[in-house]
Each structure stands twice: as structure tokens, then as C-alpha cells.
């Protein structure tokens, strides 16, 4: 069993930061808070390099439009492109890292470790139908992430957070297991879209068992893209864990599984259209369960991170109206949002950290009369408000737009009004962070501790929000181009979804 | 006798039914118990159930390899969880000396 050179050119992006997190632990063993700076520098820059190097790999393969497709791996254009949607996240993770790790006094090589063995899990996840694979995938990014999340074990939330996201990603795991078994159980096949196949030639698509297989499956997805009512564990891990982390977390995660549930229940069950009609109405039904308890329970939080967590809740209820549409537009809709997710909301944790704010709990109170002080990263934090809110020349809002355009052309009239009415009561809490952050003047209490305080030095941080800012920029002058040249791509020559 | 017989040579049916109980009894051991040991084990027997279907369904497609080395991954995986499930449950241990999850409640609004 060799392989041939163009199928090692597929094989390295996931291999590089696989490599780079088997060398991370061997540079951390020296004693960990008392290192000497130049090793942590190396241990973020070994992870910077496996990251960069895998991109490189990810990007000359969608250069040359290759698309191996080997053993039971598909690096097709869809998995190359969640490959550089992972791989960006993370080194924005990564470059996050360095500066909040360094507020907090907790830099351990063992966060950088993990959280590369995370991002080889996601590309690995959306790499493949065969259900051993995504299995393995999934578990490879999930459990590296519940470590992550209590990773600052000297703060007692943090575990307590980890715990929670532990137990609950658990249980979401053996009900996907569950559901691949029952479905390899009645097909014979292991590979989810030869099982449709043989499913459908067999008649028995619509036995219960299948049912049951594939509605666990779905659980499965729409645990980890944290839809109503798998969302309980969201608010707790994201406060819980240091901010690059809960960035990388909601987006990541909720890229790879939208991704991967792109690449299984549109494309490669679609020879089951009874299944594919029934899951596709409980996905309606769950959206906007989403979209209605997530917008309504960020109106009320005073917590900026549990603030975040619900609004990523309700953007999990957009997207996932993108699949209600159905219709290939939609999917390349829901693709084009997710890049500008991306960057809006790594850009968004990234704020927290770039304003220097640790600790137990960050409130709006301590946003306030930050914008002032700094200048450019007000700016990018009135972009990211108001692209999150779906406001018209933002990257956010043509995300948006895509998708509802395809609702009402489908007849899901009452649907997008609905996800209208969503983001209009979203802008409220938006609105709330910038009106913290430039119209509210600092208490005097605050002012003098902050005098106390040395000044916050965030440089890397601050690069990555900036570069976020002109991420959803350009996503908004420049969506066509975005949208044709990447997302429609993805799906055309990768999953053939656009006949 | 003859339950016994089928249950023993073959009859798919009665791992089936095992392998669905063992799911809901670790499903219902993870929602009702509120000790966190006890709802890590719930977790485990849920894996595992799924373990004893996908077996069963092997050796009812006259032993299939793919799905036995699967067996083999799955059961990999399982103790990757365990370890991580572990170090989480001594790492909360530590802070607030106790194990009952409904104590471990101050991420709130």
C-alpha cells in the first residue's frame, strides 16, 4: 500500500498539523509557567508553521483542481475548502492565544497541542462519507475541545464548563455512533452513500430502523452547530473557556458540522428523498426554535460571552434555514455566511481579548468607554456588531440575504419574514455592545483600578481583529466574487450538487 | 429454552434488543443520576451498546472485517474519552470537593 505523490499532496494538510501537535508536547516539558519566552515562542511557532504549511498544501491543491479521492478519503473542493476555513480559524485561534494566554498567566504548550489536533479532527471530518471516518473525525476535534475547555485549571468555572461540555458531547457522540451502526446494520455498507444506495434498492428507506439511524445522525450534527435543544451546554463552555478558544469553538466547530452535514444529508442520502424530506422537516422545525429562544435569551444577558454564545445560537437558526430552503443557492448561501461568521466572530472574541479583559465574568459594564480609547478596534467592533446584526453594506447581511432570498423562492415565505424579525430583534444586544463601548462613560471605580492596571499590551491580537474587520469588509463589496469564485465552486465541482 | 437458544446462536433480534436497553438504561443513567462518576459510566454504556449492535450486525453479515476493526477504534475512542472524562471530573474534584453535578451550578446568568 503506497501512496502515489499526488495523494501524499492530499494527505499533508491533515498529517502537517497532526505532526506539529505530536512536537508541541515535547518543547512544553520543561517546567511549564517558568519557561523561558523563546520557548514559547517556538511552540507558537511550530504551531503557526504546521498551520501555515497545511494551508499552503490546501491551497495549491484548489489551485491545480485536483480533487483526490483515495481509501476513504475525498479531499474534494468542498473538503479543501472547509480544510482552509479550519486552518484560517485556527491560526487566528493561535495568534489570539499567544496574547490572552499571556494575560491570563497560563501558557501551556499542551492548549496549542490539542487545539491542532482539533483542527486535523475537522478536516478530516468533512473529508469523507464513510461512516468510520466521521466517526473518527468527530471525535478526534470534540475531545481535544473539552479539554480545551477547562484547560486554565486554575479557574474553578473552567472545569465545571468542561465537565458540562463533556458530558453532553458524549452523549451526542453515542447517538451518532448509534445511528451510523443502525444504518450499516440494515444496508451492509459502512460508506454512508453506497448505504443510501443499497437502501433504496432494497426498499427500506422508510423502515423505522433506518429512520431512527438517521434521525440519531442528524442529533449528531445539530448537537455540535448547538441547535435547539442540544444548545444547554453552549453558554456554559464558551464562558468557561478563554476567549481565542470559545471563538475558534463557535466557529470551527459549527463550520465543519453545517459542512458535513452538507456533504451527508443533501448529497449523499439524497437517493433516500423520504428520509431527506422528513429530516428536512425537523430541521424547519428546529430552526426556528433556534432562531426564536436564541435571539430572545442574548436580549437578556449581561455577560458579554453568554451574550456571544446565544447569538451564535441564533446564527446556528439562519444557517440552518439555509437547508430548510434546500435549493443550491441556499447551500452556497450557507457557505458564503460561514466564511463571514468567521471572521466576525473570531473577530468579536478576538475584541475580548485585544481590550485585555480576563477574569471571571466579562460584563457589558466593562466594555465601557473602550471604543474611545481605542480607536481601531472600536471600528472593527462597530463592523463586527453590525455585520452579526445583518446590517446592508456588512458581509453579514448578503450571508443573510442569500438565504432568505432562496426561502421565499421556495415558498418558505412565513420562514424568512421570521428570520427578518429574528435579526431585527438581534440588532438590540448588538447595538447594546457598541452603545457600552462609545456612549457610555467608565465608572470612576473602574477608572482608578484600570490607572492601577498596566497598560493592555495585545499586538497580536489586535492584527487578527483588524484582519477579521477586513475580512467582513470585502465580504460585503465583494460577495459576488467571494461567492463564484469559492463557496459556488465548492459545491459545483466538489459534491456535484448543481447539476 | 428456546428464547435462551435463539438469543445464544445467531438470532440477531435478541442482541438487538440487549444493545437498544443497554442505550436507554446508559441514556437514562446520564439523565437521572446526579453523581458525575456515575453519569460518565452512562456515557460508556451507551458506546458500548452501540459496540454490541454493530457486532451483532457483523457477525449476521457472516463476520465482516471492516466493521470488527471498527469495533477495535470505537473502543479506542471510548477509553480517549474516559481519560479526558476523568481528568475533568478530579479537575472540578479539587475546586469544590464533590462529585454531584447539580452542586457544580455557578455558570449562570
Known amino acids: 500500500m503506497s501512496l502515489t505523490p499526488s495523494q501524499w499532496a492530499a494527505l499533508l494538510p491533515l498529517l502537517l498539523p497532526a505532526l506539529g501537535a505530536c512536537l508541541i508536547p515535547l518543547m512544553a516539558l520543561d517546567k511549564d509557567q517558568a519557561t ?75 492548549t496549542l497541542s490539542l487545539l491542532l ?65 443502525l444504518i450499516y446494520g440494515l444496508s451492509g ?23 431512527t439511524g438517521a434521525a440519531l445522525l442528524l442529533l449528531g450534527f445539530l448537537f455540535k452547530v448547538s441547535a435547539v435543544p442540544f444548545h444547554q451546554w453552549t453558554p456554559d463552555a464558551y464562558e468557561a473557556s478563554p476567549h481565542p478558544i470559545a471563538g475558534f469553538m463557535s466557529v470551527a466547530t459549527k463550520g465543519v458540522a453545517f459542512i458535513a452535514l452538507l456533504r451527508i444529508f443533501p448529497s449523499s442520502l439524497a437517493p433516500l428523498t423520504a428520509v431527506g424530506a422528513k429530516m428536512q422537516a425537523v430541521v424547519a422545525v428546529l430552526a426556528v426554535a433556534t432562531l426564536v429562544l436564541g435571539n430572545l435569551t442574548a436580549l437578556v444577558q449581561s455577560n458579554v460571552k453568554r451574550m456571544l454564545a446565544y447569538s451564535s445560537i441564533s446564527h446556528a437558526g439562519y444557517l440552518m434555514l439555509g437547508f430548510v430552503a434546500g435549493t443550491p443557492a441556499a447551500h452556497t448561501g450557507v457557505l458564503f455566511y460561514l466564511v463571514i461568521y468567521l471572521a466576525m466572530n473570531m ?15 466579562t460584563t457589558f459594564e466593562d466594555l465601557r ?52 424579525l429574528a435579526s431585527l430583534v438581534s440588532a438590540y444586544y448588538y447595538l447594546r455592545f457598541l452603545v457600552a463601548l462609545f456612549l457610555q462613560a467608565p465608572s470612576a471605580e473602574a477608572e482608578r483600578l484600570a490607572s492601577d492596571r498596566p497598560a493592555v499590551h495585545a499586538p497580536l491580537a489586535g492584527a487578527t481583529v483588524l484582519v477579521c474587520a477586513a475580512i467582513v469588509l470585502a465580504g460585503g463589496f465583494l460577495q459576488f466574487a467571494l461567492v463564484d469564485g469559492f463557496a459556488k465552486r465548492a459545491l459545483v465541482e466538489g459534491l456535484g450538487l448543481i447539476r | 429454552m428456546s428464547g435462551m437458544d435463539a438469543i445464544l446462536h445467531g438470532g440477531l433480534q435478541g442482541y438487538l434488543v440487549v444493545a437498544l436497553l443497554l442505550f436507554a438504561l446508559g441514556l437514562a443513567t446520564v439523565l437521572l443520576r446526579r453523581t458525575l462518576l456515575l453519569q ?70
Not at chain 1, 473542493?77 to 485561534?93: D, E, M, N, P, Y
Not at chain 1, 473577530?347 to 465574568?361: C, D, H, I, R, S
Not at chain 2, 457477525?59 to 472485517?65: C, K, N, Q, S, V
Open chain 1, 117 to 181: 489536533f482539533s483542527a486535523t479532527g475537522m478536516m478530516l471530518f468533512t473529508a469523507s462519507t464513510h461512516f468510520v471516518t466521521l466517526f473518527l473525525g468527530l471525535e478526534l476535534f470534540s475531545i481535544p475541545l473539552y479539554a480545551l475547555v477547562g484547560t486554565v485549571r486554575a479557574r474553578p468555572e473552567s472545569a465545571e464548563g468542561g465537565m458540562k461540555y463533556f458530558l453532553t458531547g458524549a452523549v451526542a457522540s453515542s447517538c451518532f455512533l448509534m445511528g451510523g451502526v
Open chain 2, 40 to 109: 460518565f459510566m452512562g456515557v460508556e454504556l451507551m458506546l458500548n451498546a452501540a459496540n454490541v449492535a454493530l457486532l451483532a450486525f457483523a457477525r449476521f453479515r457472516g463476520g465482516d472485517a471492516q466493521a470488527t476493526v471498527f469495533y477495535l477504534f470505537i473502543i479506542a475512542v471510548a477509553a480517549c474519552e474516559a481519560a479526558i472524562g476523568l481528568a475533568l471530573v478530579i479537575g472540578l474534584f479539587r475546586h469544590r470537593d464533590t462529585t454531584d453535578s447539580d452542586r457544580a451550578a455557578s455558570l449562570k446568568q
Open chain 1, 347 to 361: 473577530g468579536a472574541f478576538g475584541l475580548l481579548t485585544a481590550f485585555g479583559l480576563v477574569g471571571e465574568k
Open chain 1, 36 to 110: 523561558a519566552k523563546w520557548i514559547r515562542g517556538v511552540m507558537y511557532g511550530t504551531a503557526l508553521l504546521a498551520v501555515a504549511a497545511s494551508f499552503w498544501y490546501l491551497t495549491d491543491l484548489w489551485k491545480t483542481g485536483a480533487q483526490p479521492s483515495f481509501f476513504q478519503l475525498r479531499m474534494d473542493r468542498l473538503a479543501q475548502f472547509s480544510g482552509i476555513f479550519v486552518v484560517v480559524a485556527a491560526a487566528l485561534t493561535i495568534l489570539q492565544s499567544w496574547d490572552h494566554f499571556h494575560q491570563e498567566g497560563w501558557v501551556k504548550g499542551e
Open chain 1, 369 to 420: 468607554g473602550l471604543g474611545w480609547k481605542r480607536p481601531a478596534m472600536g471600528f472593527a467592533a462597530a463592523v463586527f456588531m453590525l455585520s452579526l446584526a445583518g446590517i446592508p453594506p456588512m458581509g453579514g447581511f448578503y450571508g443573510k440575504y442569500m438565504i432568505f432570498r432562496e426561502l421565499v423562492a421556495t415558498g418558505h415565505v412565513g420562514m424568512a419574514v421570521l428570520g427578518v
Open chain 1, 189 to 211: 455498507t459502512l460508506d454512508l452513500s453506497a448505504a443510501a444506495g443499497v437502501l433504496k434498492a432494497q426498499g427500506l428507506a422508510l423502515d423505522p430502523l433506518a429512520l
